[in-house]
Each structure stands twice: as C-alpha cells, then as structure tokens.
C-alpha cells in the first residue's frame, strides 16, 4: 500500500519530508567513501612509517664489542695506547703484524710520511683488531637493557657494550670491507653519483628532443602513431629486460666503446664493457620513455594561445619552441625528469645483468671504471648471513635515501626558480 | 613609421617577379574556399579590403568569419587539416603562392587574438621579442616606447617595464599584444574579438586605438557586437551560416550603407535582431 502511494507521488521530485532524508542518506553515502579512502590513505602511511622504523631501527643500536689484543696489555710504562708517540705506536705495529702486511702498508704510504694519527689507525684496526659480536637493534637497546647486559656477561665476558650508530661519518668515507666494522659505502655512493650523472646526460637530451619531435614536427600517420605506441608500451617493460638489452648492446657489442679501449683508457686485451658508461646507458634507456611521455604531457599542456602569439609575430616554428614551448614546459618537464631518475637511482636488477661489482674497493675515477652502486651495495650485505651486515644495509639505505632527497631536493629547486623565471618576475 | 605598402614577399630567383601593380587592395580574395578535413568551413568568400580602413566582419557564431580571418595570415596553416581553394593577394600578391613563407605573412600581417595573450615574460621584453627575433637591428629600448605609445599605453607602464606583462589588467594586456603587433611594423592588423573579453571601459579605448591605428595601419576586425561594427568601421562584411553549417559572406559594403539600407533580407534581420 504505501509502496503504492510512494510509486504515485514518486513522479516528479521528492516531498519535503522525504527530502530531507535523502539529503542525509546521500551525504551518509558520501562520509563512507571518505572514510574508505582516509582508510586508503592510512594504509599507505602506516606502510611508510613501517619501512622507516624499520631502517632505523636496524641503522643504530648497541653492540658488543671484543677486542683481539686488550689494548691495556700494549700499553708501554704505564702510558696507555692512546696517548703513545708515533714512533712507539710504530714499533707494536711491527712487532704484532706480518712483514708482508707491513710492507703493503709501507707501500701505500711510507710509514715516515704518515702522522700519529694515521698509525694509531692502524694499531687499533690491525693490532687491538676490535670485532662486532652480537648487536641489537634500537628498539631492543631501548627496551630491552638489562637483559642485553645479562647477555654479555653470560656470553662475551670480555666484550664491551656501546651504543653504534651505523650511519657515521667513517661509514660514509669508508670503502667496501669484509669486516663489518671498517665497511662503508663511499665505492658505492661514487658509482651511484656517476651512474646518474651519465644517466642524466644521456636521458634528459634525447628524452625531450624525442617529445618535441613527437609533439611539434612529427605528423600524425600511422608511422608515428606505431612509434608512440611503443613508447608507451616501453614505460611499462620489466627493467631486467632493460639490463639483457644492456648487457647486449652496451657491454657485448660496443665494448670498445664502453670499455674505453676506442679512446686509449683502457687495455684492449683486457678491457670489457662493464663500467659505468655502459651502467648509465642502459639506466638511461630505462627512464627514456618515462621522460618522453612525461615531456610531452608538459609540452601538450602549453596553451596554445602561446604558440599562435608567437607565430602570428612572424616567428618561425622553431623560434616558438626554444623561446616559449621549451621554458613554458620546462617545469613539467624537470617533475618528470626528477620521477624518472629517482627510479633510476633504485634500479638494481639491470645492473645485476649489466654487471656491476659486488666487491669493489677502488673508487670509480671516470665512465669507464668498474663500479657498484647503493641498491647492489646494499643487496650484497642484506645477503650475506652475519647479522652485522643487516645493520650496514639498513645504513646504506638511509644514504641512499639521502642521496634521493638530495637530488630531488635540488632538482625541485631547479624547477621553482625555473617557474618564477617564467612569470616574468 | 615608414610603410612601403608595394613591397612585394621576398621570393626566389625561380619565383615569378612582382607585379608591376602592388594591387589596390590591401587584401583581396578570390573564391576562397576553407576546409576542415571533409568539413566545407566556408565558401566563395569574395572580399575586397581598402587600405588604411577599419574593415568589421560580424555574423552569427559559427559563420566562418574567424575561419577568413586566419586565413588572412595563413593562421590556419597551423591547423593540420585545415585546407584552402582559392586565392588570397595582400597588395596584389597570392599569400598562399608555393614561394611565399607564411613566417614572412605573419610578420607583416599581425594579429591580435580575442584573449590577451601576453607571453609571460616582462612588459619589455612582450614588446621587444618580435621585433628581435625578426632581426630588428637598432636601439630596442626607442622601439618598445614608439610601440607602446603607438598602443596607448605607455603612460601607465612606463615606470614598470620590466614587470610581468601577466600582472597588468586584462585591457592593458591586449593593448600589449597589440603594441607588441605593432612593433615588428606590419601593413596589416588582424584583430579577432579583441574587445569580446573586456570591461566597457577598457573596450572603449581599444576602439578608440583602432581608430587611431587606421592612419597608418589596414584593420580587419571580427567582432560579435554590432555597436562596435557600427561604431569604428569603415566596411562591414555580414557573414551568414546555411544548413550544412558552411559559411558565407552575404553582404559586404560600406558600413552606413550594411546598417541602414542593407540589401540583403538576411543582413537587415541579423541587425535588427531578428536572426534566429
């Protein structure tokens, strides 16, 4: 019955009473979905701030400390080890090492240039020789105190326990090591500089010449259509496949070039193309699409009330574009440069295929070095079984993240001045 | 300002020479046809333009009179499937001739668009770039002032050149576009709506301008407001649409002459506001 009547005066629009209750059903409709997509937006902040408790968690903490030699025992007449000259610290260091190390030393620098502090370096690291033997991560050396001492005490008697921040100034500056103690990510931390740089060379000139060709000269025929259909679908390719695409043109077929031997840098019969050029090269082809379609979105979005204006001053085609497409554009075209080149910073599967060096302690000097990079750097400590290398890779992905920021944060400002610039102030 | 008004384009050895007649007309079209594709935009457009005269086109939207008006400068070779039969002589000579380069139409056929469009750049900088990138060699900073007060406009940004153009009000900036027309020294000004965005006021002086522009410059404006036809132009081309949506000119004359003895049926209803 009321069905009925409700179907009767249900043509045209609602009565006053039932109005009003589809206004609150449809804003009750509404709150639901804001408060699935706040859920939404939720979930991705707890994923976040999970990823970071978890880095730093494992970044710093306590650890237990054994030395090989008490350093108490090389003290020589009652003067501790670290208040000795550079002649006696030099004296222990020769009776408690090899020759052969001895003379590598001497070789690296000879020991009568060196100054104190340099020998006292070495006595600790060759002679007190200090091990890591159990660490704890930050929450567990905050909560957990007590039983950590008990710990130490049942196991390491003689272990020592102190704080370590595993991002320090000497992890920084440091080269690769087996010894967790002494390693740092600088070999790294250069590679990914220098990766980048060729990187950027090589993507952000073809990538935007590629979106002007596309977006102002090319026609709209079949031909081009195939091309962009490719780009596009080339955004989404598995970037392993972009390192076998690598390995194949840049490291195998033009090795002389990517090797350095064209050029006289390297040795011919030993030369291979495994270096940083071929590395940015193929990071380069990775974000390649990704900077095309991003530039001609910016290049797309300049408004064509610009374009007329300049052409009906009687400029040419290509005057249009360097003085008003290109600098309207640049700011979305810089976004889409800074997006692709923080992927290209995290890349590490091309590079495994490229081959990039898992243990290198030479800093790379130029594009045809040999090289490793953070996400290789920081995959080689997450696999190895010692748990001390846990901590350095969450230490090496804070830098890395640093790193990130750092080159966004530039790039951004780069954008901004470039945005100001273009409002004529 | 100097105006050679028989300069003929510049052309190669191979091109045909210049007529000895730079032809009376500052423009003159002869069986214009336009299309968009497949789409037949407008037909026999038959126009005779004076020099130094203020020359309106009004008609109903979508009559084709902005689609003429491109064409004027070869504006519509930007459009990809736009195409042209026919013939389009500024001073005599066909603009769309295989050796003639739109670049150099475009220059000395300006245009004024219906939105101001000021690039976003200084006030100076607006005025100059024209002239610059068409080689304009001598003192810049004489030009841009000539311009500007050519564009009445001098008095109220000359204490501020190099400021944004985008911080000007919206009849100050197409008072710059058209002082920045003005500065690459064309013979002919094209204006598309210039006033259709702006206040009252601000319409007023551009009308004004248009008129002090016409000593030394051909104006052809496309204007909806039939007031201001009526006010500043010499001649009026009435442009009307048929049922296959191309356009065409209906009547073209005098202005006194389209506003108060029209002879077309069709011309005397769209004035009067009898149109459908």
Same mark, same amino acid.
């Given at each position: 019955m009321s069905q009925n009547t409700q179907a009767e005066s249900g043509v045209g629009m609602p009565k006053e009473a039932e109005y009003s209750e589809l206004v609150a059903r449809r804003q009750r409709q509404g709150r639901i979905w804001a408060m699935v997509f706040q859920a939404a937006t939720l979930v991705g902040i707890l994923a976040l701030t999970a990823l970071l408790y978890n880095i730093v968690t494992e970044s710093f903490g306590l650890v237990a400390l054994e030395n090989e030699v008490d350093p108490i025992s090389l003290a020589v007449r009652g003067i501790p080890l670290e208040e000795l000259s550079k002649e006696q610290l030099q004296t222990i260091l020769e009776a408690n090492i090899s020759a052969g190390l001895l003379r590598r030393f001497e070789n690296d620098q000879p020991f009568a240039e060196r100054d104190r502090e340099s020998v006292y370096g070495l006595v600790l690291e060759r002679v007190v020789e200090p091990r890591i033997v159990a660490t704890w991560t930050l929450q567990e050396s905050l909560f957990q105190r007590e039983q950590i001492e008990a710990e130490i005490a049942a196991k390491y008697p003689n272990a020592v326990l102190e704080f370590r921040s595993w991002v320090n100034p000497n992890f920084v500056s440091s080269t690769q090591s087996s010894v967790p103690i002494q390693a740092g990510v600088r070999t790294a931390l250069f590679g990914s500089l220098w990766v980048i740089l060729i990187t950027i060379l090589f993507a952000f000139p073809v990538g935007v010449g590629a979106a002007i060709y596309l977006e102002e000269y090319a026609d709209d025929n079949p031909i081009n259509r195939l091309i962009q259909t490719n780009i596009n679908n080339l955004a989404g390719v598995p970037s392993i496949i972009y390192g076998m695409l690598g390995l194949a043109i840049f490291v195998r077929t033009m090795q002389p070039l990517t090797s350095g031997a064209l050029l006289g840098l390297a040795d011919a019969s030993t030369a291979?193309?495994?270096?940083i050029l071929s590395a940015g090269l193929t990071l380069g082809l990775l974000i390649l699409p990704m900077i095309i379609i991003n530039a001609q979105e910016a290049i797309r979005a300049v408004p064509s009330t610009l374009r007329q204006a300049g052409y009906g001053l009687g400029a040419t085609q290509w005057q249009v574009i360097w003085h008003h497409v290109l600098p309207s554009s640049m700011p979305g075209i810089l976004t889409g440069t800074i997006l692709s080149i923080s992927r290209a910073i995290g890349e590490t599967a091309p590079l495994v295929v490229i081959g990039a060096s898992t243990f290198i302690a030479v800093d790379p000097n130029g594009p045809f070095s040999k090289f490793t990079v953070l996400p290789i750097q920081i995959y080689q400590w997450t696999s190895r079984p010692q748990d001390e290398f846990r901590n350095l890779a969450a230490a090496a992905i804070l830098v890395l993240l640093a790193l990130l920021l750092t080159l966004n944060a530039s790039a951004v400002l780069l954008r901004n001045r470039f945005s100001v610039a273009r409002a004529g102030m | 300002m100097t105006i050679t008004l028989e300069r003929p384009m510049v052309r190669r050895k191979e091109s045909p020479a210049p007529q000895? #007649? *730079? *032809?009376?007309?500052a423009i003159e079209t002869n069986g214009l046809n336009i299309y968009y594709g497949a789409f037949h935009a407008v037909r026999n457009v038959e126009m005779k333009v004076a020099r130094r005269k203020i020359t309106a086109m009004i008609g109903p @939207? *979508?009559? *084709?009179k902005s689609t003429v008006l491109r064409c004027f400068n070869r504006m519509n070779d930007l459009i990809p499937s736009a195409r042209i039969e026919g013939e389009v002589l500024f001073q005599g000579e066909n603009i769309y001739a295989d050796y003639v380069d739109s670049v150099e139409v475009r220059r000395r056929i300006g245009m004024v668009f219906q939105k101001a469009n000021p690039f976003p750049k200084s006030i100076y900088d607006n005025v100059a770039w024209g002239a610059r990138i068409n080689g304009f060699k001598g003192n810049v900073d004489n030009m841009v002032e000539r311009s500007l007060r050519g564009a009445a406009l001098w008095d109220e940004v000359k204490d501020k050149l190099q400021q944004s153009a985008l911080g000007l009000s919206g009849g100050q900036q197409q008072r710059l576009c058209i002082a920045r027309a003005i500065a690459v020294e064309p013979e002919i000004i094209l204006m598309d709506e210039p006033a259709s965005a702006l206040d009252p006021i601000a319409t007023l002086r551009i009308e004004d301008l248009m008129q002090e522009l016409a000593k030394d410059y051909t104006i052809i404006v496309v204007t909806h407001n039939m007031q201001q036809a009526a006010r500043v132009s010499d001649f009026t081309a009435f442009f009307s649409v048929d049922e296959q949506r191309t356009g065409h000119m209906v009547e073209f004359g005098p202005t006194d002459q389209i506003f108060t #003895?029209? @002879?077309d049926q069709r011309t005397e209803d769209y004035i009067t506001g009898r149109f459908g």
């Open positions: 291979n193309g495994r270096t | 000895a #007649n *730079g *032809g009376q007309y @939207s *979508g009559c *084709g #003895n029209p @002879s």
